[in-house]
């Protein structure tokens, strides 16, 4: 933990027994990080998808994405934009609506 406040949080979720704390070295954290690095390779995919659409996206600083994108297989590229597409059609969020409006179900 960075801060002595993450400590305090780590330590008492430690004592409730909401977390079990077992030592790491840095390659079993890297191993289990694998999966979110290929997830935000992702991330630009679904954003041009719904830019496709011309619904909002939100802006993310601090990160390469296209470069990132770039670093994927064709196919993976192709089903990212493709299933985006497809769950903002079904579920009806490529249209624009009031900030009051709920969205469709």
């Known amino acids: ?7 305090e949080i780590l330590r008492k979720a430690r004592e409730a027994g909401y977390v079990d704390l077992q030592p790491r070295d840095a390659a079993a954290v890297m191993a289990a990080q694998v999966n979110l690095l290929g997830r935000r390779r992702e991330i630009f995919g679904r954003l041009f998808a719904r830019k496709l659409l011309l619904v909002p ?16 297989p064709f196919v993976l590229k192709c089903r ?4 985006t597409l497809v769950r903002l059609l079904q579920r009806g969020l490529w249209r624009r609506r009031s900030p009051f409006e709920e969205p469709a179900s």
């Open 80 to 83: 990212t934009i493709a299933g």
């Open 57 to 72: 996206i939100p802006e993310y600083t601090g990160f390469s994405l296209f470069r990132s994108w770039l670093r994927i």
């Open 1 to 7: 933990m960075r801060t002595e406040r993450g400590r």
